[in-house]
Every structure is written in structure tokens, then in C-alpha cells.
């Protein structure tokens, strides 16, 4: 198979390679072969010192990748929080971390930004929540000049989260896109999240191909690399190729064994490569 019949893979460094510090991970990636990587925040406040935003842009530049993704501020991830986009008490912060990855974005030339919902406040108001969740999205979409991406998340793992299915996410997409007339917002089809909240990843690319605007992999249950668990990662992979799908895959996964040797099931998938 030539290059040009293959989609281009990603390492999310949040994950792989944490054999080391966060920074180096960028080279070690570069090291195994990724020409691009992603991330989520990698920072614990919406908006770092200045001097540890340039040291991760200079270990882009030095490793010689690109930035393929980017997460915005979704708050205390290890505590929990799966973002703020919706979180009506936490409209400054977003606008503050959506200049900031704005900025981090025109030095990059990062495409692509997951803006996580967040989940539903205690004695909060749903309706209102949607609300503020749709004027900040829509303030994303108007500000980055790339994809803001919608991830539905894994049933029962995080939290009150409202976006639990692919058709959960794809009518927030539908929402913004008639609310701004942008087309930058599309669906973040994550193997992992999806089959853990019960979809059929097949049907999913079949009846949402025309929304899917970034993938992630992962086996399912446990979130290791392919091969430990049920998902079918060759299969869905050419189906999201047979559907018109050419962006790029990212490996979002926990490795078992160390990063390198987990990379061992590409050999398995022929549609995917650097």
C-alpha cells in the first residue's frame, strides 16, 4: 500500500511515552517514527507562565513534529473535571484559555482543538448549561482558524457528562453550525469512548462519516493499545476510509508494555502509517 492510501497516525504524548517527563516524550515520539503528535492541556491552569508555553513550542520545533491536536483547558482532569465549555461559573477562564490557544495555535499551526463539554453541575439548570456550552463553542469556532472538535465520552466513567454517544456530540455540531454558519466544528470519533458507552463503531462511521473530523484509538475496555481488547481497530480504520475519512488517527491509548513495543499492532493495520 502506498503512502498516499494511508492515514497519517499520531501519538497523544498525555499517554504515550509517560516512561518519561512530559517534554521528552515529544522527542521520543519523533524517535518511534510519528511525524505529529497531540495533547491534551498540559498544564494544571488555563493559562501558564509564558516561559512554559515557549519551552513546549521549542520542544515541537526541536524534535522536528507537528502539533496535530491540541485539548483546551478542561480543568482538574485528574481530580475529575472533563472540561468547562459548559460550566456557566467558569466563562472567563475559557475566554482566557481560548486566546491563549489561539496564540499557541498561530505558532504551531496546530488544525485541530477538543473543547470538552463538561459535565453537569450539581443543582445546575441543563437547559442553561446547553446554552453557555453553545456560545462558547461558537466563540471557539469564530477564533481558531481550525476544527474545534466535540468528543462524546465513555458512559459511566466520567462523571455527569452529557455527551455519551455519537449522536450526542453530532447534535452539539449541528447546533453550533446553524447557530454561526461555520462548518470548523466536527465530531472526535474515539474508539475507546464510544464502544465503552455501547455503540457500534461501524454504524457509527456509516451514519455519521460527513461529521467525524478527528480520530482517536484505543482497545476497549481498559484503553490499552489495539489488540487488548474487543475493538476491531483494522476494521473500523477501513471503514472510516471507505467512507471518505483522510484525516489523521491518533494513538490515545494506555500502553501495556512500554510505548515502543506497544506499537507492535501496526503491522496489523496496513491503512495506517507516518
Not at 504524548?13 to 515529544?26: D, G, H, K, M, W
Not at 502539533?67 to 482532569?77: E, I, K, Q, T, W
Not at 506499537?263 to 491503512?271: D, E, K, M, T, Y
Amino acid at each position: 500500500m502506498t503512502d498516499e492510501g494511508k492515514l497519517k497516525l499520531v501519538a497523544n504524548v498525555s499517554l504515550l511515552f509517560a516512561e518519561v517527563p512530559y517534554l521528552e516524550r515529544i522527542a521520543r515520539a519523533a524517535e518511534a517514527g510519528f511525524t505529529a503528535v497531540e495533547t491534551w492541556w498540559p498544564w494544571p491552569e488555563a493559562v501558564p507562565a509564558a516561559a512554559e508555553v515557549d519551552a513546549f513550542v521549542r520542544a515541537l520545533d526541536e524534535a522536528g513534529v507537528a502539533l496535530a491536536g491540541l485539548n483546551l483547558f478542561a480543568g482538574d482532569m485528574p481530580g475529575g473535571e472533563r472540561g468547562i465549555v459548559s460550566n456557566p461559573a467558569r466563562r472567563k477562564e475559557f475566554e482566557a484559555n481560548l486566546d491563549l490557544v489561539a496564540a499557541i495555535a498561530e505558532r504551531t499551526g496546530c488544525p485541530a482543538f477538543n473543547a470538552l463539554y463538561g459535565q453537569r453541575s450539581p443543582g445546575g439548570d441543563p437547559a442553561r448549561e446547553d446554552a453557555v456550552a453553545r456560545e462558547q463553542l461558537a466563540a471557539a469556532v469564530g477564533k481558531l482558524t481550525g476544527t474545534v472538535l466535540v468528543e462524546p465520552l465513555g458512559r459511566g466513567l466520567n462523571g455527569a457528562y452529557p455527551l455519551e454517544t455519537a449522536r450526542d456530540g453530532v447534535r452539539v455540531v449541528e447546533q453550533v453550525r446553524a447557530d454561526t454558519g461555520a462548518r470548523n466544528i466536527g465530531l472526535l470519533f474515539d474508539t475507546f469512548h464510544l464502544t465503552t458507552s455501547g455503540e457500534d463503531l461501524t454504524k457509527v462511521v456509516d451514519e455519521y462519516a460527513d461529521f467525524v473530523a478527528h480520530v482517536q484509538i484505543a482497545d476497549a475496555p481498559g484503553r490499552g493499545e489495539p489488540g487488548t481488547g474487543q475493538v476491531d481497530v483494522a476494521g473500523v480504520v477501513e471503514r472510516l476510509w471507505q467512507s471518505g475519512y483522510r484525516g489523521r488517527v491518533a494513538c490515545e491509548y494506555k500502553p501495556t508494555v512500554p510505548t515502543e513495543e506497544s506499537l507492535a499492532w501496526l503491522s496489523g493495520v496496513p491503512r495506517l502509517g507516518w
